[in-house]
């Protein structure tokens, strides 16, 4: 038998209809997205939003919607290819003056946003993780290694006054000699101390020459 009176019972189940219904966001989950803001102080405008629509559509890359909203524009996709290849496309397309970037963001029906319904934002170990993808610019890690390279030679082979010249010269470190003897002295000097390094001779009929590289 119920003791509670009628208002009583209205109270909880309006409580129970209000809970459930804020608990809905939830059910509802992420979209995989990509959003683009200013890198700068420019603000994001309407032409933004449709040159990166014209673009995906050029690409052929399927998207769910784009928006503009509180400066930023996001992208939604419907799978994880479609996402990271647009991500690619608009760094690429867009340049230094925007930020690209991957993001989720709440699938939650407009009805339910207006009425403030939120999806509960959970941590890194209840999403599984976080994923860093790290980009090398080879040719910058080249160069700063043959600078490296340059510098340790020369300060190796400046005993004793063994090359004629040492420059760089692209991906390589060119040094000459004015003698065999000498040449055959810095061949010695440079396998013993700096033996990660490729050593090409290539000699001709006008100078003594190695080329050093990595």
């Known amino acids: 038998m119920n003791h509670y009176s009628g208002l009583r019972n209205a109270l909880i189940a309006f409580f129970l209809l209000l809970s459930a219904l804020y608990a809905l966001p939830n059910i509802f989950g992420s979209d995989l997205a990509v959003q683009v803001s200013s890198a700068g102080d420019a603000a994001i405008e309407q032409s933004d939003l449709t040159k990166i629509t014209a673009t995906l559509k050029q690409k052929n890359i399927q998207y769910k919607s784009a928006a503009l909203s509180n400066r930023r524009i996001l992208v939604r996709f419907g799978d994880n290819a479609s996402q990271l290849s647009a991500k690619d496309l608009l760094k690429t397309e867009l340049g230094r003056n925007y930020v690209v970037a991957l993001n989720l963001a709440p699938s939650v029906p407009q009805w339910l946003d207006s009425l403030g319904g939120r999806a509960m934002s959970l941590g890194l170990d209840l999403r ?12 910058a890690v080249l160069a700063m290694s043959i600078d490296k390279y340059y510098n340790e030679l020369r300060t190796l082979l400046r005993e004793g006054r063994l090359y004629k010249s040492i420059k760089k010269e692209g991906d390589n470190i060119a040094i000459r000699f004015k003698t065999l003897e000498l040449k055959e002295k810095a061949l010695a000097r440079i396998k013993s101390d700096v033996s990660d390094l490729i050593v090409l001779e290539t000699d001709n009929q006008d100078e003594l020459l190695i080329q050093v590289g990595i």
């Open 128 to 139: 599984g993780g976080v994923h860093f993808l790290l980009e090398v610019d080879m040719q």
